[in-house]
């Protein structure tokens, strides 16, 4: 014992419960594992195998070949869901993009062999114009404008089409008002009580999403602006006021979008609703990360299994993540 007066030892020691590995593990509040994840993965119509993409290095457009290996690694590794997003040769594009609804299409027919091949493997589609117009925009355009009604009038269509191939769910990521009501009927009305909804219900208008166009090829060409349907970053509240409409109107699941720059939005949401709420780490939050990781400025590891931690602390169920393999394979090795 050194001379110092009792009272200069602090009687309260955050720091005892930090001192080993077990006692760290004990009082551990939040915990990643690989049943958290859902794996988003493109896939192409043209012929010849994977294609990579240039902002998203260790990502690529699938085959349908390749989609459904990785789809059975995915699996394997206990992740529980993959959410597809198609990217179509131009003749399939459109103003209307009718191409969405089309039962011989990509989706359904990736859907079909999905659920023939991994049938316990859930599998999510994206509904949403933006692969199929010629505009690059998630709805019906006409003079400047997105049609609300027209929209909801075609991803009525989508969703019911996905619902008849298998989808175990439909992700409307459009920002339409009054989508997901008008999908929950229409999807009731056809026998399809068990096809859930996860909606894409706080979807800012994000600087973020560039990668992901480029995958697909889907950049706005004009059109409309996606401020005019997608959220302005800089609100919350307006945030709450969408997810408690979507619920209202039925969605199982609710999602907030992008993920570490809306981390807030993220807790509010879970703090308000407690309903399972997904979070997307969307395609430049994961170029980031592997830019930062390809240079050697971050532990790709270390900063990946962080990052999806902090959507687990913030109240995130579920968590659409690029990394969602190497994430599954790393905590399988013992991480986080
Ligand atoms: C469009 C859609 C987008 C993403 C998912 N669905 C892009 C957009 O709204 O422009 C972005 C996902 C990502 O960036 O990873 N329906």
New binding site residues.
């Given amino acids: 014992m050194s001379d110092r007066p009792l009272s200069a030892y602090p009687r309260v020691r955050p720091r005892r419960n930090r001192r080993s590995p077990a006692v760290r593990a004990l009082v551990q509040e939040h915990r990643l594992s690989a049943a958290d994840l859902i794996l ?1 993965a493109f896939v192409h119509d043209g012929p010849g195998g994977p294609e990579p993409i240039s902002s998203m290095p260790g990502t690529v457009r699938h085959s349908r070949a390749s989609l459904l290996e990785h789809a059975a690694l995915a699996h394997s590794l206990g992740i529980p869901a993959l959410a597809i ?1 198609p990217k179509v040769s131009d003749d399939r594009k459109s103003v209307d993009g009718r191409e969405a609804w089309n039962d011989d299409g990509l989706v359904p027919e990736m859907v079909r062999a999905l659920k023939r091949e991994l049938p316990e493997l859930l599998v999510i589609t ?1 509904v ?1 114009l ?1 692969p199929y117009s010629s505009l690059g925009q ?1 709805g019906v355009v006409a003079d400047g404008v997105i049609l609300n009604e027209a929209t909801i009038d075609a991803l009525v269509q989508q969703a019911a089409c996905h619902a008849r191939a298998g989808a175990d769910m439909v992700a409307p ?2 920002m339409m008002d009054g989508r997901i009501g008008r999908i929950r009927d229409h999807l009731d009305a056809k026998g399809y009580h068990q096809t859930g909804i996860l909606a894409y219900s706080a979807k800012f208008a994000s600087v ?2 560039g ?3 480029d995958a697909l090829d ?1 950049a706005p060409r004009g059109g409309a602006d ?1 401020k005019t349907y ?1 959220m302005d970053p800089a609100n919350s509240d307006e945030a709450l006021h969408e997810v408690r409409l979507d619920l209202d109107e039925g969605a199982d699941m609710v999602m907030v979008k992008p993920g570490l720059p809306y981390l807030d939005v993220l807790h509010r949401v879970k703090a308000t609703f407690q309903r399972p709420t997904a979070v ?1 780490q ?3 939050e994961y170029a980031m990360l592997k830019a930062a990781a390809q240079h050697g400025w971050l532990d790709e590891r270390a900063a990946v299994l962080e990052s999806l931690l902090a959507f687990k602390r913030a109240g995130a169920d579920a968590i659409l993540t690029y990394f969602a393999i190497e994430a599954a394979r790393w905590l399988q090795e013992g991480g986080a």
């Fill in positions: 988003p997003f994206d949403a933006d998630d990521s459009d973020f999403y990668p992901f166009r889907s996606k997608q997307y969307v395609s430049g």
